[in-house]
């Protein structure tokens, strides 16, 4: 199964209907989040909202994460030690107040476990690539660099 | 990361304040900078601790801007802690208690720490704000945050 999520806020359509459009025509098993009582899907499952305990079992048994650049999404996924790809929302297409996500995703280029789409074709490919690696917190350099930093100042 | 085996002259008292949320989730993922340190982990919801496998965890009453009565007995329960555990570094990653803990640990000699949460990728957050001139170090998770604000990025919880 793979979990969607669009995060607490906002309604995120172009996403939703692009994953219902992969998903019929690869025949993909999505669960999806969608902030959206109103959202219409064919191909896939969905909910406009969880409650955490139904959210967590949810990305406990994907074996894939996709979703909005926000992070929670980033933090649950590194949680449970899941493979994430994420699908920035646009400022440019009215998709929030203004292109943090893409600076989001701008700040995790390169790291293991972690896959940017940024048009459907790429969302398409990484819903169905087999070698997807699971994201880990020991591998963020920018988390280590903090500490260190943390560290110093206390021993200091 | 390796737990640095510090001489007895160097483990300081630190008191670790967070709310609970995604304040408390960002605390436990920098605790290793604690490590070999006497800790005193403080936030506002009970079983916290338990679930991050803590014991001895604190518990003082939450509050924000908009309940003053509310956030003056948080204040008195934060100021017991601190008489109590005297730390010599007080660090916070919010929100509003965090702030009256670096705001009276200042006055009491302790050094001070603001970590803004990484959910504050445009601005500081308002708690985050009002915690400059109680830190010592003031910092945003962001570098671009920190740039326009003046204060110290050194990483992420990212």
Known sequence: MIFATVGTQLPFP???????RIAGKRGLDIFAQTCDPAARVEHIRASAHLDPASFDKHIREADRIVGHAGIGTILSARKHTKPLILYPRLASLGE??????LATVR???GRVGIYVAYTDEELEDLLTRPDLAPLRAEDSAARNALIARLSGFIAA | MAVQGLE????????????GGGHWEQMMMLRDAFAGHDVTFVTTLAGLGERSGLEGVRLVPDCNRHKPVRALWSLLR???????????VIISTGALPGVIALALGKRL???TIWVDSIANAEEFSMAGSLARNHAHLWMSQWPSV???AGAEYAGSVL
Not at chain 2, 8 to 19: E, L, N, P, Q
Not at chain 2, 78 to 88: G, K, N, S
């Open chain 1, 14 to 20: 172009r996403f939703i209907t692009a994953l219902d």
């Open chain 1, 96 to 101: 929030h107040r203004n292109e943090h996500q």
């Open chain 1, 107 to 109: 700040s995790l280029v």
């Open chain 2, 8 to 19: 007895s002259g160097k483990r300081k008292r630190v008191m670790a304040i967070a709310s």
């Open chain 2, 78 to 88: 934060i100021l017991a802690v601190i008489i109590a555990v005297r730390p010599q």
């Open chain 2, 109 to 111: 000699g302790a050094r």
């Open chain 2, 146 to 148: 920190a740039s326009a």
